[in-house]
């Protein structure tokens, strides 16, 4: 069992940054492909970015492509989601997912086995 506990996130104001965090628990972490996704109200869950275990490989939604930075630190269990340039349309609530088979990024919901809660990010205009 995994268990991935986020945080970092909060309200910002337009073009200010945040930077999210996902712990994992686990003694395998650095096998997993992790993910960010996010979700809006009323909106189906979508992919946003995505590294795979050795952090050699990652991949950003273009909306988020130049602004946003997804890394990892296998020693801590921990992947990071460095969001910066932030917009109104960023809102969401934003989860991390872990993936068994990690040698390339997933892309898609069903490819992940294990969700955090999820953490709130809330951009004003």
């Known amino acids: 069992q995994v268990q991935l506990v986020e945080s970092g996130g909060g309200l910002v104001q337009r073009g200010g940054s945040l930077r999210l965090s996902c712990a994992a628990s686990g003694r395998t972490f650095s096998s997993y492909a992790m993910g960010w996704f996010r979700q809006a109200p009323g909106k189906e869950r979508e992919f946003v970015a995505g590294?795979?275990?050795?952090?050699?490989?990652?991949y950003y939604r273009d909306s988020v492509m130049g602004r946003f930075t997804i890394s990892r630190d296998n020693a801590k269990n921990t992947v990071y989601l460095q969001m910066d340039i932030l917009k109104p349309e960023d809102t969401a609530v934003y989860y991390c997912?872990?993936?068994?088979?990690?040698?390339?990024?997933?892309?898609?919901?069903?490819?992940?086995?294990?969700w955090g809660q999820g953490t709130q990010v809330t951009v004003s205009s």
């Open positions: 590294i795979n275990w050795s952090g050699a490989s990652t």
């Open positions: 997912a872990a993936a068994l088979t990690g040698l390339r990024v997933r892309f898609s919901t069903r490819e992940y086995d294990y």
